[in-house]
């Protein structure tokens, strides 16, 4: 325990020439697709972009051998013959509009591009910004241009690098000095075509001094006939006595492939309460990380994951504490059936100045079938000495003995087990503050589960 | 209404009940006692429907109907109930809303209308009131946290939601202080009609001062080996379990 600070990462092998020459040749194919990037909106972006490509010529996708990859091999679902070209979506309005909630202000974005027109934002009040990320880099949105990747310009995620090098838009939201955001903004992803596509959008939330806002994301597939890989990158400040509600829901169909990074910078006094439902896509991998830089600041990880058929769910989490006296509290619970796979390695990190830092984590996952696969993997690195920590994990099959209980009280035995698997759903969803999108999501469950 | 004959079960290879014989007719309360391990529960559990147990003879008839062929569930639409020994929590679901799906299910295997929101919550008070169970304990998850007499309270409150034909109460009178028994039995007399019956495994006498049965039985290695009016309960509670034992052995000699 002698770090002074702790070190994330353990020391990369320095690739050959070799292996930085073929890292650029997939790394020049996809930039000589990718049209427009955000680099060509603003001069900064563009240095951003040209430090990124360095970093990831060195890095390049995960192999087999990469750690944090052990369980989710990234290269068998994004191969070279994905296109990072943008063409043209062929969605009508009639088709998403069951997605929209006439309650909250509704972004659309479709394959990682803002979609004014379908979006609305008549509830939007004029002090929040919410625009395309190329948009306001352009017009020199010093938010913006300040920010744009200073949550990660330390990160050694080679996904989260490739984005940054690939980015041609996304959203951008700013929330100003103690606006509390009075309406939920939803943004509502859809994917959809028929070429195998790479997709990195790449948004940018700011949550200025004593501001509020809840932000849901919900993600669709409409009329995708064709496996796509979307690498998307998330920036989050949360400054000071700020306080951040970020709801997910990932509801894509089997060709889907969703790599979601989350970068969650938690500023002093203030509060993080991120939730992601995940309950379908052919394979999702979620990589929230939290750096709470800022004393007394508390941050809250729920997820839930209902896997099925040839699923695949990795759920891959990192809170820091960077400070002391702060508080985190992670649960993620799994649901796996079928041949699908679900998997938890969720780490919390505690540097030595962090003193009466309060971290836990647990795990719970039921699985359904003899082929159903849970591989768990909580990690704890500890270097203050005055700090409460725990973590837990547990994995089984639904209770048989409440299950013979149920069915003598008259409950069939399907029904039963719905009603345990909800049961154990609600723990997550519990955590929604927002009344109409937890009864949106516990109605979602209880479908998904039958 | 009640009809077991030469019943012969085991679990894990290793035989439990061994030839046991049992009727049951509307109106009627039976007591059965015996040993620890003698199979109480086991009979119990395998009337309920419990699949653990493997049964290699005899036969279980329920109103007519064989009961060997159905579910679980569908024992209990038939009417009916165990109140288990050790009752089951269920973390996350309510006691309300275990029941109302219990009676809609039970409801619309009879061919019965669904239960009126109001009429649901008309009965709770009423059954709440019988058995005295407070209704922040129906609120919560089904056991969660209970105390043992209050999961107890909580097994026969749900017989008297569920008005099943037939009630086994499992030791229900085990862990109940001394009202908490008066109240138990109490409602489970209110309950008593000239249709519906019920077995009740105790291994005290006290039990059946409350609830007065027509007849004791003595479960003794996977056989009842001796029935009797309720002085037979008195004669066990004076004289233990030794002589029946004895008289057993002689008979298996
Ligand atoms: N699932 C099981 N696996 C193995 N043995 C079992 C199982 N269930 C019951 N038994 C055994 O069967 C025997 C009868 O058990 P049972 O629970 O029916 O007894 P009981 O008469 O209810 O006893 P008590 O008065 O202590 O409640 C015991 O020896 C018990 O260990
Ligand atoms: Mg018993």
């Not at chain 1, 505690?350 to 849970?374: E, H, M, W």
């Not at chain 1, 920590?389 to 299950?403: F, K, P, R, Y």
């Not at chain 2, 086991?42 to 309920?48: D, E, K, Q, R, W």
């Amino acid at each position: 325990m002698e770090l002074a600070t702790a070190k994330t990462n353990s020391t990369r092998r320095v690739p050959t020439q070799a292996e930085i020459d073929k890292n650029t040749t997939i790394l020049n194919k996809w930039l000589g697709e990718a049209e427009t990037r955000l680099g060509s909106a603003n001069p900064f972006a563009k240095d951003t972009q040209l430090v990124a490509e360095e970093h990831f010529a060195h890095v390049g996708l995960p192999d087999r051998k990469a750690e944090d990859y052990k369980y989710t091999h990234i290269r068998t679902y994004l191969q070279e013959d994905y296109t990072a070209k943008a063409f043209a979506a062929n969605i009508l309005p009639s088709e998403i509009e069951s997605l929209l909630n006439d309650d909250f202000i509704s972004i659309v974005v479709v394959n990682g591009k803002y979609v004014t027109e379908y979006s609305r934002l008549n509830k939007l009040p004029q002090q929040v910004t919410v625009q395309s990320l190329y948009k306001a880099l352009q017009q020199g949105n010093e938010v913006a241009i300040k920010n744009f990747n200073r949550a990660l310009h330390k990160s050694k995620n080679p996904l989260a690098m490739l984005n940054t090098a690939l980015a041609g838009d996304g959203i951008f939201i700013n929330v100003p000095e103690t606006f509390l955001c009075p309406v939920p903004i939803h943004i509502v992803n859809i994917c959809t075509g028929d070429t195998k596509a790479l997709h990195n959008p790449r948004s940018l939330v700011y949550l200025h001094e004593n501001a509020e806002l809840t932000l849901i994301e919900s993600y669709h597939s409409i009329k995708q006939t064709e496996k796509n890989f979307t690498n998307s990158v998330t920036e989050f400040y949360i400054e000071d006595n700020a306080s951040l509600e970020n709801y997910i829901l990932q509801d894509e169909d089997a060709l889907s492939q969703r790599n979601d990074v989350r970068q969650f910078i938690v500023n002093r006094d203030s509060r993080l309460n991120s939730v992601i439902i995940s309950l379908d896509g052919g394979m999702v991998r979620n990589d929230p990380t939290v750096l709470i830089e800022g004393e007394n600041s508390e941050a809250h990880l729920n997820g839930l994951f209902i896997v099925k058929e040839n699923g695949h769910i990795d759920n891959h989490t990192m809170v820091e504490h960077r400070v002391p006296n702060c508080f985190s509290n992670e649960l993620y619970k799994g649901v796996i059936s079928d041949n699908a796979e679900g998997v938890f390695n969720g780490k919390i990190l505690v540097y030595r100045d962090a003193q009466k830092t309060n971290a836990y984590q647990s795990n719970k996952n039921i699985l359904l079938g003899d082929k159903a696969v849970i591989n768990t993997k909580p990690q704890l690195e500890i270097y203050a000495d005055d700090v409460r920590c725990t973590h837990g994990t547990s994995t089984g099959m639904l209770n048989e003995e409440a299950l013979f209980y149920m069915r003598s009280r008259g409950l069939n035995e399907k029904l039963a087990k719905n009603i345990l698997l909800q049961a154990f759903a609600k723990e997550v969803s519990n955590t929604i503050k927002n009344e109409a999108f937890r009864a949106f999501i516990e109605q979602k469950i209880e479908e998904n589960i039958q | 209404m009640l009809e077991i004959k030469d019943l012969k079960v085991s679990v894990e290879g290793k035989q439990i009940l061994k030839g046991l014989n049992l009727t049951v007719n509307k109106g009627e309360v039976h007591a059965i006692m015996g040993p620890n391990g003698s199979g109480k529960s086991t009979l119990a559990s395998v009337i309920a429907g419990k699949e653990d147990y493997t049964v290699d003879g005899g036969s279980i008839t329920f109103n007519g109907k064989d009961m060997l062929e159905l579910s679980a569930d569908e024992r209990a639409k038939e009417g009916m109930f165990l109140a288990f020994q050790y009752p089951v929590e269920i973390p996350g679901v309510s006691t309300i809303n275990f029941l109302k799906t219990a009676i809609a299910e039970i409801r619309q295997y009879r061919g019965l209308p669904p239960m009126e929101a109001k009429d649901f919550l008309k009965t709770m008070r009423e059954k709440q009131k019988l058995v005295e169970i407070e209704a922040n304990l129906t609120g919560r998850s089904v056991n969660e946290g209970f105390s043992g007499g209050e999961k107890k309270r909580n097994e026969i409150f749900q017989m008297a939601m569920l008005e099943p034909s037939m009630a086994i109460l499992d030791e229900t009178d085990s862990g109940l202080d001394i009202d908490a028994l008066r109240i138990v039995a109490t409602g489970v007399n209110k309950l008593r009609t000239k249709d519906n019956a019920f077995v009740v495994i105790t291994h005290y006498q006290r039990l059946l001062e409350y609830i007065v049965p027509d007849f004791v039985h003595v479960l003794y290695k996977g056989r009842i080996v001796k029935s009797g009016t309720r002085e037979l309960a008195l004669e066990l509670e004076g004289k233990g379990y030794d002589w029946i034992k004895k008289e057993f052995s002689e008979i298996e000699a």
